[in-house]
């Protein structure tokens, strides 16, 4: 692909749909602990169970994001694969 066709591709589908789905990841969560505040005002205890799943969910997206952060860091020694284990290599 042209790379001036992929930008206007990323300007215009990519860059929109993905603030689309992000609007979506948030308002709609949004929306319903709105309503549910409209039937019950009081926090209940499925406020505090819902708050500890997304806590812990945010916690484990923080911990794997500084896991791949550091092992895309980290120097690997360069080293040809065996042709045993390489897809491409003849066998013989």
């Known amino acids: 692909m042209h790379p001036a ?18 609007a979506m990841f948030s308002f709609i969560p949004a929306y319903v602990i709105f309503l549910s ?13 819902y708050f500890g799943v997304e ?6 997206e923080l911990i794997s994001d500084a896991q791949q952060w550091r092992m895309s860091h980290i120097q690997l ?10 897809l491409l290599a003849p066998h013989s």
């Open 77 to 86: 020694p360069t080293t040809t694969p065996s042709p045993r284990y390489c």
């Open 5 to 22: 066709v992929f930008f206007v591709f990323n300007l215009t589908f990519i860059a929109f749909a993905q603030s689309f789905l992000l």
């Open 55 to 60: 806590f812990a969910l945010i916690l484990s």
């Open 37 to 49: 505040s409209q039937l019950q005002p009081g926090i209940a205890t499925f406020d505090y169970q």
